[in-house]
């Protein structure tokens, strides 16, 4: 098993411009969640999903889409990337939300 | 939104000392969860606590699910250089986990 995968593990974008994150599961996880990480913080939810088709909001959604059309994939849009969604972004699984399985996650430097 | 404070947010110790860190709420929580995370990596599940009043080892690893449901302490005995790293409370609120701000275990040379 190769748990949960994410890529690419580094990006740097211009302010404005869009790109998705990837990630993929092959545990068969219904859960899925995306997290971002800033320094000398906890991880903030960003967007969750408990099933194929079904997708919530956590903490901080703005600026970010989310869609779940498998059980294995969770892609993370950014719309119009901004210099304060620089972090470090996480992707992590579970069979009932609770016990968590993370990615190695995304660097990501908005200029 | 909801908050975890988690301390200390920083411990200095020698090898072979013991660690005890904790985290409080003002909401109750379902599940307590520690993690530990290494240097660019993701964190990795330690010990999940389902019980108020559970106490659950891990090796050298202990943790303690508060009987308010308020709070969880985690105690390492014994540290090792590897125990290096950042440790965070998370507690499970309806499929959301809501995360400490971390505390970071510093081995003295």
């Known amino acids: 098993n190769a748990g949960v995968t994410q890529t690419p593990k580094f990006q740097v974008l211009k302010t404005g411009q869009s790109m998705t994150l990837q990630c993929a599961q092959d545990?068969?996880?219904?859960?899925m969640s995306w997290y971002r990480q800033d320094p000398g913080m906890g991880l903030r939810l960003i967007h969750y999903s408990v099933g194929a088709g079904i997708t919530d909001q956590g903490e901080v959604p703005n600026g970010y889409n989310v869609s779940r059309s498998t059980t294995e994939d969770f892609p993370l849009r950014l719309l119009s990337a901004a210099p304060s969604q620089t972090s470090v972004y996480f992707c992590?699984?579970?069979?009932?939300?609770?016990?968590?399985?993370f990615g190695p996650g995304t660097r990501l430097t908005v200029l | 939104g909801q908050q975890l404070n988690q301390s200390p947010q920083s411990m200095f110790i020698q090898e072979g000392e013991d660690v005890s860190m904790n985290c409080t709420s003002s909401s109750i929580f379902n599940t307590w969860l520690w993690y530990k995370q290494d240097p660019g990596e993701g964190p990795v599940l330690l010990i999940a606590l389902y019980k108020a009043g559970e106490l659950t080892s891990n090796g050298r690893l202990t943790a303690q699910f508060g009987i308010t449901r308020k709070d969880s302490f985690l105690n390492i005995s014994a540290s090792i250089p590897s125990d290096v790293g950042i440790y965070f409370c998370a507690g499970n609120s309806n499929y959301q986990l809501i995360w400490g701000a971390g505390t970071k275990l510093i081995i003295k040379p």
């Open positions: 545990m068969n996880h219904e859960y």
């Open positions: 992590a699984s579970s069979r009932g939300g609770h016990e968590q399985f």
